[in-house]
């Protein structure tokens, strides 16, 4: 069935440094590839998506690559700052269905 | 900025009982979700809902739920006889072109 698998489950790094999140997803109808983040007991708040006919897409400080050879797509977050700490969901879908099948998510902590 | 709204945001309940969990859509936007997020699980689907009936559901989403679009601004999920299992945060969710917006979440508490 559909699945996304996201690693790794829990990522420590201090500010100013990088961050990387990857996702593998099964479907190979999916074409359209979100990122969330969510903070402890918030709504998901959209980050970044990235559609199939790209293969990166920048905003700021946040960059998403897309191979879809692979099945892959990564989250990249540069020059991290403490707010960025919280949980990260990948997800995926496919036009004509378009539930959004997540990830299990990245805790990711930015110490000062 | 316009943001999907939930109401309550917390409800506790006795198992068995009925709940219904309310949903206020961004205005201009066709499509609504409702997924759910057990304690430090990922978010699961559990129906869409498009043009007033659902488009597509989960193996989660029996025959004890329900969605219903009342009037032109609500959506709602009821749950008619509540489990154990059913305690989680339940997100709604609206969509325009091919983003998903989440309100804030009930979270639901079955004791």
């Known amino acids: 069935g559909e699945n996304v698998e996201q690693h790794p489950s829990t990522l420590s790094v201090q500010e100013g440094d990088s961050a990387v999140i990857k996702c593998t997803y099964s479907d190979s109808a999916s074409n359209y590839f979100p990122w969330y983040k969510q903070e402890l007991g918030k709504r998901p708040q959209l980050i970044i998506d990235i559609r199939s006919n790209v293969g990166e897409k920048k905003d700021q400080r946040i960059a998403v690559t897309l191979n879809k050879t692979a099945k892959h797509f990564s989250l990249h977050i540069t020059e991290t700052q403490p707010e960025d700490s919280a949980v990260y969901f990948c997800a995926a879908s496919r036009r004509n269905t378009d539930k959004l099948i997540f990830g299990t998510g990245t805790r990711l902590q930015v110490f000062p | ?111």
């Open chain 2, 1 to 111: 900025e316009p943001e999907v709204t939930q109401t309550p945001s917390h409800q506790v309940t006795q198992m068995g009982q009925e709940v219904i969990l309310r949903c206020v859509p961004i205005s201009n936007h066709l499509y609504f979700y409702w997924y759910r997020q057990i304690l430090g699980q990922k978010v699961e689907f559990l129906v869409s809902f498009y043009n007033n009936e659902i488009s597509e559901k989960s193996e989660i989403f029996d025959d004890q739920f329900s969605v219903e679009r009342p009037d032109g601004s609500n959506f709602t999920l009821k749950i008619r006889s509540t489990k154990l299992e059913d305690s989680a945060m339940y997100f709604c969710a609206s969509r325009y072109q091919e983003t998903q917006y989440f309100g804030p979440g009930t979270r639901l508490l079955v004791l």
